[in-house]
Nanobody
Framework: VQLVKSGGGLVQAGGSLRLSCAAS????????MAWFRQAPGKEREFVAF????????DYSEAVKGRFTISRDNAKNTVYLQMNGLRPEDTAVYYC???????????????????WGQGTQVTVSS
């Protein structure tokens, strides 16, 4: 599957952005989806997870209550709505797909076998 992202950019603290990640190839509903991010000088970290049924979601403590992950299987797209952005949210954001049946923890990048290109999100103070 190929993952193509859109969204991102520069926003002031307290603002909002929405990232989209469109998948092509094998049926989108056969994948668990997630968003990760990587800030300069830091390791890639888990942000949000959405299970293949769309009923299961989870978030890192850093974004819980501010970010929302969702998916539209009819459009083969997963979204990350980011509200209340903070300067510490500045990072390159990646969407990732894990084929259903792969084993591992959903917050570990090792579970995901497909990655989109990163998109920069910059939050100014």
């Amino acid at each position: 599957v190929q993952l193509v992202k859109s969204g991102g950019g520069l926003v002031q603290a307290g603002g909002s952005l929405r990232l989209s990640c469109a998948a092509s190839g094998r049926a989108f509903s056969a994948y668990n989806m997630a968003w990760f991010r990587q800030a300069p000088g830091k390791e890639r970290e888990f942000v949000a997870f959405n299970g293949w049924t769309g009923d299961s979601t989870d978030y890192s403590e850093a974004v819980k209550g501010r970010f929302t992950i969702s998916r539209d299987n009819a459009k083969n797209t997963v979204y990350l709505q980011m509200n209340g952005l903070r300067p510490e949210d500045t990072a390159v954001y990646y969407c990732a797909a894990a084929s259903v049946g792969r084993t591992g923890t959903y917050y570990s990048s090792y579970l995901y076998n497909f990655w989109g290109q990163g998109t920069q999100v910059t939050v100014s103070s």
